[in-house]
């Protein structure tokens, strides 16, 4: 977070205590030195994240689905709304998130080692089976919601045409929807519960899966895809902790247990 100079708002250094272009001395820094609190750490990230996600993502879907809903009175389709609601608000909330938090994604790929890497991806695969059979198995374990799934194994689903939606904008709103959440309920909440808590890892493991399961349902507004959301989750946020921080990983098995969705239910 920035500190500036209330006399010539020049945007002061840390310790800077004493403007050094005007010499104005800052209360605000001395109180930072004072308390060893200069903002911008993993609270304050998150804080910004979280926001972001609520105001882009959940009310901004709400806000543009009664738009469409008003505007489009004859549609009388919920995919229409679903399908252009959660495509603007993923899109802008992914683009809105990933300018403001992109210094923290520089190492997002891989930070961990060999044997790290086995384990969380056998664990990840075994998520990823998991989920895609229990959303075979029934319409109340998901993966997707059933307003896609249905659109999906309609037949007349296709890839670049549909009046009330397409699978290229579903596919493309759900991966900004796992980039979304692997961005700010893994990196950002994650490392906010581990800085400022004592937290053992399974607590972790369980306040963020629980978290970030809200947060999914609070924007996609699926009771459906609870169940599996939940172990995508748990699963998720373990393999962030087990990695050394690292998100690659989880947005490849994301972006794969959403193409499976596609195999199975378009194809
Ligand atoms: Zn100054």
Redo the contacts with the bound molecule.
């Keep these: 977070m920035k500190i500036r100079?209330?006399?010539?708002?020049?945007v002061?250094d840390r310790n800077e205590e004493y403007?050094?272009?005007?010499?104005?001395h800052s209360e605000q820094m001395k109180r930072a030195m004072e308390t060893g609190n200069f903002g911008g750490g993993p609270l304050d990230r998150f804080k910004i994240g979280a926001l972001l996600f609520l105001i882009l993502a959940f009310f901004g879907n709400g806000i543009i689905m009664i738009t469409l809903a008003v505007i489009q009175k004859d549609s009388n389709t919920d995919l229409y709304k679903y399908s252009y609601g959660l495509l603007i608000s993923s899109v802008v909330a992914l683009a809105a998130i990933f300018i403001v938090h992109y210094k923290d994604l520089i190492d997002f790929f891989w930070n961990g080692n060999k044997e790290q890497f086995g384990r969380c991806f056998l664990l990840g695969l075994l998520g990823v089976i998991i989920v895609s059979l229990l959303s075979i198995l029934t319409n109340a374990t998901r993966v997707i919601p059933n307003v896609y799934t249905n659109y999906l194994q309609s037949g007349y689903a296709r890839f670049f045409s549909g009046k009330d939606s397409n699978a290229t904008f579903i596919l493309i709103s759900l991966i900004c929807v796992v980039l979304v959440e692997e961005i700010v309920f893994r990196r950002l909440l994650i490392d906010a519960i581990d800085d400022q808590t004592m937290l053992g890892d399974v607590m972790v493991v369980i306040l963020g899966g629980l978290v970030s399961t809200i947060a999914d349902f609070a924007w996609l507004m699926s009771v459906e895809t609870i169940i599996t959301s939940l172990i995508i989750n748990f699963i998720m946020t373990w393999i962030y902790m087990n990695s050394n921080r690292s998100l690659g990983l989880n947005v490849l098995l994301r972006v794969l247990i959403i193409v499976i969705q596609f195999l199975i239910f378009l194809v």
Excluded at 19 to 24: F, L, P, Q, T, Y
């Design positions: 100079c209330q006399n010539c708002y020049r002061l403007c050094k272009s005007c010499g104005e």
